[in-house]
């Protein structure tokens, strides 16, 4: 196998501009939004292993992170799996209800072929995607179940989610701005290059950028670049990234925690071609006797498009949370850094004594900790984890509970 340049000191401020206040929140943004903010990520896929070191001439880390870049893949098709293990306690599928409530799924008018819902699905478990792009005009992507399946189609100006389930359909146009999967930054990330593509904008320089020799993924010969935190304190031991020699796509994402065990993300592909794909690929039509929801409609049921929301106001609650967003802050730097917000409440969790079960429940969950902030609760999975203190305020980020009551006592 031919020599790599794997210089750990190589930085991404070798390639990249130097970062801002917003890189800096894409630190806390990349891992959270990947996951769905709802807690959950992907594992290793023991089918997607390397297969041989093929011998590829000598690339640096810096001339990698720019072949990533150039890379002008516009015509695919193929089969990427994900799975995910984050470690979050059995909840008994109530976590996936939660997750698909968060963001409407279900909703009265609502549609189950809603993008919106039916691709927070990713964020747990384990799945099989059947992807296809054809330039920037069209895309499918889909999610294969048990007995069904459930494909989103973008072909044109058009938009369309086809639950095979429950012979529902979603539609909406790239014109509806709020539209889920009207665009592209609204869909959930699928592929490795959705994922490395994230990951690469929070780099900076606490960050080691290495080569690491080469793999073999889906057939193709690959580069392995390895990205990891120079410090202690983040959950996040490192990122590898699989990327095609030929034409610098990412064939392979991995995310391994600090903890140790399986991968927290793992999202690769198991068969890849570069052949255009047959343009019926993209056809859709509603199936006989199907529900077609539209996009906009079932946006003005639920009081967007400044529309007059119908049904009752939300709880005060849910009015402080939203408050406590706008007020969000980064505290700290690099893989270190924690987001933080006041939710306006003044309070932190319900007890056991005042919530009654709720409050019992919720505090099982989660790990009471003491600092000069005074007194809190921490909730961890393997990569996210979150503090709430008892005047409540929140702290979040990838890192470990103690940087978490570090950060805590630092902003009191």
């Known amino acids: ?43 290793l896929v023991p089918a997607l292993a390397d ?24 015509h695919l098709s193929g089969t990427v799996k994900i799975t995910t293990d984050l470690g979050l306690p059995d909840l008994g599928g109530l976590e996936s209800g939660l997750l698909s409530g968060a963001v409407g799924s279900g909703e009265e008018g609502g549609s189950s072929a809603d993008p919106s819902g039916r691709l927070t699905e990713l964020a747990s478990g384990m799945h099989t995607l059947r992807v296809a792009a054809d330039g920037p005009d069209r895309q499918k992507l889909s999610l294969l179940e048990n007995a069904a399946e459930y494909s989103l189609i973008h072909d044109g100006k058009d938009v369309w989610g086809y639950d095979s389930g429950s012979n529902e359909v979603y539609h909406a146009t790239v014109d509806d701005a709020d539209a889920p999967g009207g665009r592209g ?17 929070a780099v900076d320089d606490t960050t080691s950028v290495k080569v690491d020799g080469t793999a073999q993924v889906a057939g193709r010969d690959a580069y392995k670049l390895v990205v990891e935190p120079k410090g202690s304190g983040s959950t996040v031991a490192a990122i590898s990234i699989a990327v095609d020699h030929e034409t610098g796509l990412p064939l392979k994402f ?29 056809d859709f039509t509603p199936p006989k006797g199907a529900k077609v929801t539209e996009g906009d409609e079932q946006e003005r ?5 400044g529309k007059p929301e119908r049904g009752p106001k939300p709880p005060k609650a849910e009015e402080d949370l939203a408050k406590g967003f706008d007020g969000l802050t980064m505290l700290g730097e690099g893989w270190n850094t924690v987001a933080t917000f006041d939710t306006g409440s003044g309070a932190g969790l319900p007890t056991a004594e005042a919530g009654g079960d709720l409050g019992g429940f919720l505090g099982s969950l989660g790990e009471e900790v003491k600092g000069d902030f005074g007194t809190g609760t921490v909730f961890g ?7 709430i203190t008892e005047d409540g305020k929140v702290y979040v980020g990838t890192v ?5 009551v570090k950060a805590a006592d630092a902003g009191k």
């Open 1 to 43: 196998m031919a020599p790599y340049a794997s210089d750990d000191k190589t930085t991404a401020g070798e390639a990249e501009e130097p970062r801002t206040l917003r890189r800096r929140a894409a630190r806390y943004v990349v891992p959270v939004t990947v996951m769905g903010v709802a807690a959950a990520t992907i594992g």
């Open 185 to 201: 930054e609204a869909r959930p990330p699928a592929t490795p290059r959705d994922f490395a593509e994230e990951a690469l904008k």
């Open 51 to 74: 297969s041989g070191d093929p011998d590829l001439p000598e690339i640096t880390a810096a001339q990698l992170i720019e072949k990533i870049a150039q890379s002008d893949v516009e």
């Open 381 to 387: 999975t393997r990569l996210v984890n979150a503090l």
């Open 254 to 282: 991995t995310l391994t925690p600090s903890s140790g065990g399986a991968a927290v993300v793992d999202v690769g592909f198991t068969k890849v071609s570069f052949d255009r794909p047959d343009a019926s690929t993209f």
């Open 400 to 404: 470990t509970k103690d940087a978490l």
């Open 301 to 305: 049921e639920r009081g967007h498009f």
